[in-house]
């Protein structure tokens, strides 16, 4: 798989957003691979890199003008619908770290308490590499793209949403670091 390839397809144009989106994927890639070798964990390195790099494709449909996007659908959509877009390219398993990665995951009852904008179902991370995704992509804004968040930092934007994805990123601590 070429991933610019395939970033190319739906972010033809050099523009801040293509920016915004290859600063940020390449830094959740670079910690997610880092993260697995020191831990020596046995993972698909290949796919994470591939997975990490697309995990935010479906960004542009958003709306979030402070990163550049100006599509209609709410920013919490972005993992779903990016999840629609690789399923369509042929890549099913890329396609369930798009929508699993929000947050720490996101279970259906909270989509259903918090009226969340996206399909009434689990998203939660399962796999060792959806799940170290899902954590490096913790550290990493896209509105700073400058900044690594420290873990206290990281920690305390998941606990401000949700006591499942507190849970779920406490234990992936344990897990990678």
Same mark, same amino acid.
């Given at each position: ?15 801040? =957003?293509?920016?915004?989106? *290859?600063?940020h !994927?390449?830094?959740?890639?670079? @910690?997610? *691979?880092? @993260?697995? !070798? ?5 993972? &698909?390195?290949?796919?994470? #890199?591939? +997975? +990490?790099? @697309? ?6 449909? $958003?709306?979030?003008? $402070? %990163? +550049? ?5 709410? #920013? *919490?959509?972005?993992?779903? *619908?990016?999840?629609? @877009?690789?399923? /369509?390219?042929? #890549? ?11 947050? +720490?995951?996101?279970?259906?009852e ?5 009226? %969340? ?6 998203? %939660? ?9 899902c954590?490096?992509? $913790?550290?990493?804004? /896209?509105?700073? =793209?400058?900044?690594?968040? $420290? ?6 934007? %998941? ?10 990123? &406490? ?7």
């Amino acid at each position: 798989m070429d991933v610019f390839k395939l970033i190319d397809t739906y972010y033809p144009e050099e523009n801040k =957003l293509k920016h915004i989106l *290859l600063t940020h !994927s390449k830094q959740v890639t670079d @910690l997610a *691979l880092k @993260l697995a !070798s020191q831990k020596q964990l046995s993972i &698909d390195a290949d796919f994470v #890199y591939e +997975a +990490a790099m @697309l995990h935010d494709i479906g960004i542009f449909m $958003t709306h979030a003008p $402070t %990163i +550049a996007c100006f599509g209609n659908q709410p #920013y *919490l959509a972005h993992g779903y *619908l990016g999840a629609e @877009l690789l399923r /369509k390219e042929g #890549y099913p398993r890329h396609a369930l770290v798009c929508e699993r990665h929000t947050g +720490a995951g996101v279970s259906k009852e909270e989509v259903l308490s918090f009226h %969340i904008p996206v399909p009434v179902k689990d998203m %939660i991370p399962q796999s060792i590499e959806e799940k170290l995704i899902c954590f490096a992509d $913790t550290f990493y804004s /896209k509105t700073q =793209l400058e900044k690594e968040k $420290t873990l206290v930092e990281a920690r305390e934007s %998941i606990a401000i949403h949700s006591s499942e994805g507190l849970k779920r990123f &406490d234990d992936w601590c344990e897990l990678f670091l």
